[in-house]
Nanobody, 121 residues
């Protein structure tokens, strides 16, 4: 499966952005979908994941209550709604697809190209 993330940009602290990730292929609904992010000089960290059917979203503590992951299997797309953005949310955001719902980057077979999110304080 190929993943194409979009929706990143520059936003002020406290603002919102919605990321989208479009997947190619007919097997989108068979994958758990998630988001990771990588800030300059830091490791790639888990952000959120959702199951194949769109249930049981799971979030990193740092984004819980501010970010919402969702998916539309009819459109082969997963979303990440980001509210109350903070400067520490600045990173390249990657969408991922894998066989199981997991917060480990090693669980995901497929990675998108990343989209830059910059939050100015």
């Amino acid at each position: 499966v190929q993943l194409q993330a979009s929706g990143g940009g520059l936003v002020q602290a406290g603002g919102s952005l919605k990321l989208s990730c479009a997947a190619s292929g007919r097997t989108f609904s068979t994958y758990a979908m998630g988001w990771f992010r990588q800030a300059p000089g830091k490791e790639r960290d888990f952000v959120a994941v959702i199951t194949r059917s769109g249930g049981s979203p799971y979030y990193a503590e740092s984004v819980k209550g501010r970010f919402t992951i969702s998916r539309d299997n009819a459109k082969n797309t997963v979303y990440l709604q980001m509210n109350s953005l903070k400067s520490e949310d600045t990173a390249v955001y990657y969408c991922v697809a894998g066989p199981v719902r997991s917060d480990s980057r090693y669980s995901y077979n497929y990675w998108g190209q990343g989209t830059q999110v910059t939050v100015s304080s």
